[in-house]
């Protein structure tokens, strides 16, 4: 008689959660990256927009332009990572980005953020304000009231 091998099928693993929390935690740095990079080429698009003249006026399209690009850029942060925290490292960026460029000579002797500029200044300021205002609403609306 003789003894035949048991053919034994490798047990399939039950769907488990760390593969699951790794892509998760994969995605949620890139969502961070993307944030601070987005807000720094929206920071530096935006101060090359605040020189801008029509006819020697200045034109402040840059105001808009950062008041929007940041609010948008707070939005995918906290959409994308799903924490509140993820608002501050774009935030971080932008703002040390403008700081950097407020102090920043360049070799004809003039600052990017020029104070007697006061489309660059109002720029960093509701730029600021942009991602303020949304921390502001998004601790107003957390956490949400269960219904009784």
Avoid: C, K
Wanted: charged share 15%.
């Amino acid at each position: 008689m003789t003894v035949q091998e048991a053919t034994v099928a490798e047990p399939v693993p039950p769907p488990g959660r760390a593969p699951r929390r790794a892509l998760e935690l994969v995605l949620r740095i890139a969502g961070v990256l993307i944030a601070v990079l987005a807000a720094l080429f929206s920071g530096l698009l935006e101060l090359f927009l605040t020189p801008l003249r029509v006819g020697g006026v200045p034109v402040g399209v840059a105001i808009p332009a950062a008041v929007l690009a940041n609010l948008a850029l707070a939005w995918f942060a906290v959409t994308t990572v799903g924490r509140r925290w993820a608002l501050a490292p774009p935030w971080v960026a932008w703002t040390v980005l403008m700081l950097v460029a407020t102090g920043y000579r360049r070799t004809e002797g003039d600052h990017l953020v020029d104070a007697r500029n006061w489309v660059a200044l109002v720029t960093v300021l509701a730029g600021s304000l942009a991602f303020a205002v949304y921390a502001y609403r998004m601790i107003l609306r957390w956490p949400p009231v269960p219904p009784r």
